[in-house]
């Protein structure tokens, strides 16, 4: 069987099977490459979601202003799946929601309601603390996001 994938423009793409073609939006895409990587590399994702897990323990002891640089270099979306990854700890919620203005403590809470009305699905998490992860390690580097020792 030939099997191949096109990319039509910025959001759609091709799966091409034989003869046979399926448009796929960017977000189908996204998510079929997330159940792939689950079967083909699940040590990875398995490995992806503890440094994610370890992320989000040691945040909760990062400097308010590192808090701060951390938010303002990250994407709005990014940072939405950040506060409702941080659902479950308190400590770290209220941390990130107090490095807000209140304007932004609004818009991110209606934002999480229609956002993530029916839950966050695992490939958006996974790409956006993926990012999150970066930024912090870019800002960690050069002395901007420091850590309290615990």
């Not at 034989?18 to 448009?23: G, H, K, L, R, S």
């Not at 398995?46 to 002891?61: G, P, V």
């Amino acid at each position: 069987m030939d099997i191949s994938v096109n990319q039509r423009n910025d959001e759609i793409f091709e799966l091409v099977f034989d003869e046979a073609v399926i448009p796929i939006s960017i977000g189908d895409m996204e998510r079929l490459h997330y159940q792939l990587s689950k079967i083909l590399r699940p040590t990875t994702v398995r490995e992806k979601k503890a440094r994610h897990q370890a992320f989000l323990a040691k945040l909760k002891f990062a400097e308010d202003s590192g808090i701060q640089a951390l938010m303002r270099r990250s994407a709005h979306d990014d940072i939405l799946v950040l506060l409702h990854a941080s659902e479950s700890n308190v400590t770290l919620k209220k941390k990130l929601y107090s490095n807000m203005s209140e304007n932004s403590k609004k818009i991110y809470v209606e934002d999480l309601v229609f956002q993530f009305r029916q839950g966050l699905p695992d490939y958006r998490l996974d790409e956006a603390m993926t990012r999150l992860l970066k930024i912090a390690e870019s800002l960690a580097k050069d002395g901007t996001l420091k850590f309290k020792r615990t």
